[in-house]
């Protein structure tokens, strides 16, 4: 008779919280870090007269907070699945967090630039053809990215297009972190720790 065996699955049906639970709690850890990175980043920038952020802060925040996918998904695996997990599952468990952390990122951008700073994409590309003049472009060269950067201005109009264009900066990192951790934390349920067949 197996005395063990089906454990986990038991221990997953009788608490079908604990996934979710465990991916909220993580994901908004996540988005909250990777959220006031990202404010702090443009207060960084409207405060410096050449508009100019700081990209080794940006991706380190980044990380930071994506460095909450690999805890999330080894607290699922230790403290709620008896200490395996398949890849499958923990590259779904990491994937909700990121999902979850971006869409947080994405709703504190939105509030930011509708009500603080609307006119962000009017100093970006203000500032991204100075640095174009003083690298010296060519006539040429200035018409075409006036007309890109105009071109991104009106497409910028589209709140769609703003949150689909905000979920391209974080979240295919957090995908890769989350295919990284699953790799590097999947452990199958051992036979012989699993199971004890008693015989009568």
């Known amino acids: ?3 063990n065996a089906g454990k986990a699955f038991l221990h997953q049906l009788l608490n079908p919280d604990q996934m979710k639970k465990n991916v909220l709690v993580f994901g908004l850890i996540s988005g909250a870090i990777i959220s006031l990175m990202m ?3 443009v207060l960084w920038c409207y405060k410096d007269p050449n508009f100019k952020g700081n990209m080794y802060l940006g991706y380190a925040g980044m990380l930071i ?3 909450f996918i690999f805890v999330g998904i080894k607290n699922y695996r230790d403290k709620y699945n008896n200490g ?3 890849f499958g ?6 994937l909700l967090i990121a999902l979850i952390a971006a869409t947080a990122y994405v709703v504190v951008w939105l509030f930011d630039f509708y009500l603080f700073v609307p006119d962000f994409m009017d ?3 203000a500032h991204m053809l100075k640095e174009a003049r003083e690298a010296g472009a060519d006539a040429a060269t200035l018409s075409k990215k006036m007309a890109e950067a105009e071109n991104f201005r009106q497409l910028y109009k589209n709140p769609l ?3 689909l264009i905000t979920y391209a900066e974080v979240l295919p990192l957090g995908i890769v972190i989350a295919l990284i951790s699953a790799l590097i934390l999947k452990r199958k349920k051992s036979q012989d720790s699993s199971t004890m067949i008693t015989h009568y």
């Open 84 to 86: 395996t997990v398949t």
């Open 161 to 163: 297009f703003v949150i």
């Open 39 to 41: 404010v702090f980043s």
């Open 65 to 67: 907070a994506f460095s």
């Open 123 to 125: 100093k970006y590309n």
């Open 89 to 94: 599952k923990a590259f779904k468990v990491g």
């Open 1 to 3: 008779m197996e005395i």
